[in-house]
């Protein structure tokens, strides 16, 4: 959809495969061509963890280093002739998304799928042959196994590229890298634990704790008062102070 950008596009096409120059096409709107095409909101999906699905259900995707794990929930949705039609349902329709996530993302390795699970092998030999046709023009070679007893599902994709979430994201600075952030509870829970330890070394000395707000609010505010029983426990006054700009998981403790 760009003057500047098709010129090129045709100098290099006329250069380099002339056969293809009529395939070139120049987008004059209306709107732009990623929104015209949806690519903006495919972009938001290929990097959210949790995919939505239709029924109700949705997918959840964790790419590791070893793995991608997929797991199938059919969350709101239930079928009112039982659980199989609501599993075989929910789970036709995930593997047809997980089709395309795979794909989308560019995800390659071992892939885990987790589905929800069924008794009757014709719903599942559906799910399998719904799978192989999602990828059945896939260009990247990719090999399916059967159903686990505990239907699992595990799938090898030839890794080609760098998956799409580490092309368009970078570690996350405040949970080192992780992609996921701890409770604000095990947080909290870890505070007490560290400030009691501390305080064996200087028996009797105040408790000074800095924390996100947050947390600080569970600490002092919540119904089971964790700050006041520490203080009960190490029979010495224990502050709690919350400190605007703090991450969650800061927190500085002092004695005295």
């Known amino acids: 959809d760009d003057a500047a950008a098709y010129a090129v596009a045709r100098d290099y096409c006329a250069a380099a495969m002339p056969e293809m120059l009529d395939r070139l096409e120049r987008f004059h709107g209306p709107g732009s061509l990623f929104d015209h095409n949806g690519v903006e909101e495919d972009l938001r999906t290929a990097l959210d963890p949790i995919v939505p699905l239709k029924s109700g259900g949705y997918v959840i995707i964790e790419t590791t280093e070893a793995l991608t794990?997929?797991?199938?929930?059919?969350?709101?949705?239930?079928?009112?002739?039982?659980?199989?039609?609501?599993?075989?349902?929910?789970?036709?329709?995930?593997?047809?998304?997980?089709?395309?996530?795979?794909?989308l993302r560019g995800i390659g390795g071992v892939i885990i799928i987790d589905f929800i699970h069924m008794n009757e092998a014709e719903n599942i030999g559906k799910v399998l042959a719904m799978l192989e046709a999602g990828l059945a023009n896939d260009r990247t070679p990719t090999q399916i196994s059967g159903m686990s007893e505990f239907g699992l599902v595990e799938m090898t994709r030839k890794r080609i590229r760098e998956p799409l979430s580490r092309l368009l994201s970078e570690n996350c600075a405040t949970c080192g890298g992780g992609g996921r952030i701890r409770s604000v509870v095990a947080v909290g829970n870890e505070i007490l634990r560290r400030a009691e330890r501390e305080s064996a070394f200087k028996p009797g000395q105040p408790v000074h704790i800095s924390v996100a707000g947050e947390v600080a609010a569970l600490l002092k505010d919540s119904e089971d008062d964790l700050a006041g029983r520490l203080s009960r426990r190490l029979g010495v006054a224990v502050n709690i102070e919350a400190r605007p700009g703090f991450p969650r998981e800061r927190f500085e403790i002092s004695l005295g």
Do not use: F, H, P
């Open 69 to 103: 794990a997929v797991d199938v929930n059919s969350g709101s949705y239930t079928d009112a002739t039982g659980l199989e039609a609501t599993s075989i349902r929910t789970n036709l329709e995930a593997a047809a998304e997980i089709c395309r996530q795979i794909k």
